[in-house]
């Protein structure tokens, strides 16, 4: 039996409806538009013409994003952040964006803005709206005279919520914002609940373009117990979905081999239309959360305008000739991660050394 399993992009695209590809035609006409201008822009030239060209990018991406919201409210499983929060948190995410697409944002900031997103991420699916119930939290302080001072907080009450989830791992990109989520799940647990972890080795085929991508799980390289995902909530947190192929493929192996997910939850920083829709039409019970949603995919699948490799921003780059295994990039995280996450690192290494 192969311990390889792949996923073509025409089998993705066989979930998408012909509603749904004349949206991202429209969307790709768009974008043809915006690209005629930042073609000029980057070209330079007269201060005059460059404004001319700016407006246009401007108002473009003012009809995208106009565009992009009418979609998201016609599928209740495309949740962004930035099409559903007020005013205050739309700028914030804006800004988090802004600086993770720079150039000029270095490794350490790269790392802090993508905290920030995730924190972002974790109210909009958990915390959002009305809460039923609070769990107080009685916090030791420093300050001992004239007594030793406690401090009283309330949180929300959403153990039920958070307490049935497995933090699913499409490495190598994945790791660290699957651990700032199951970090932020254990923050809001009452009972201080760390969730297990399951780490799938996947990657697409770089050589292929966009339609003819495939999506390759090497489960020789992975670490994960089927009858422990069974029934569960299961959590996808990857900062980048462009097509969608690596969930799709990662989801159908699992159901294929008896795992009925309670509910399926995939969280991302950045995603293309199409992967979201890709997501939403072929996986049942799914629901997709994402700061910012992006119009279109080029040739080659990356996303536009996009931030470059997540993966390789987040954990440096890795060698052709000698990549590093899961417990290698772990160490390269250094102390301070190390310390942080150390509830999430003990439970990792527990899954890694006890397969």
Known sequence: MS????????????????????YLAQMDALYEKAMASMKVISAGGFSSTLAAEEKKVIDVFTEMGHLMQDICKEVPGLNVFSFETDAGSQAEASRVI?????IRTGHDEFLYYNQRAYEMLFRLAYTQGPSENKNHLVVKTPVTFPVQNYAVHKIPDIDYKLENTVMCVMLRGALLPSMIMSKEIEEYSSHGYVTPFALFKIKRDESKKEDNMEYVLDLDKSFFNLQELDG???I????????????????????NNGVK????????V?????GSLRVVRALDNCTCYTLWMDPVLNASAY???????????????????????????????????????????RKIEQTVLGK
């Not at 802004?98 to 720079?102: F, H, V």
């Not at 052709?320 to 301070?336: H, K, M, T, V």
């Open 3 to 22: 311990s390889k399993i792949v996923l073509r992009a025409e089998d993705l695209d066989g979930y998408l409806t012909d509603k749904d590809n004349e």
């Open 98 to 102: 802004s600086k993770l697409r720079d």
């Open 232 to 234: 569960k909530d299961l």
């Open 236 to 255: 996808f947190a990857d900062p980048m979905n462009a097509t969608g192929g690596s969930l799709v493929t990662v989801v159908k192996y699992l159901q």
């Open 261 to 268: 997910p309670k509910s399926i939850k995939f969280f991302n």
């Open 270 to 274: 950045i995603s293309a239309l199409k």
């Open 303 to 345: 996303i536009m305008p996009g931030l470059g490799d997540a993966g390789d921003r987040l954990n440096g780059r890795d060698t052709e000739e000698a990549p590093r295994n899961i417990i290698q990039l772990i160490a390269d995280y250094g102390s301070n991660i190390a310390g942080l996450y150390r509830s999430q690192l």
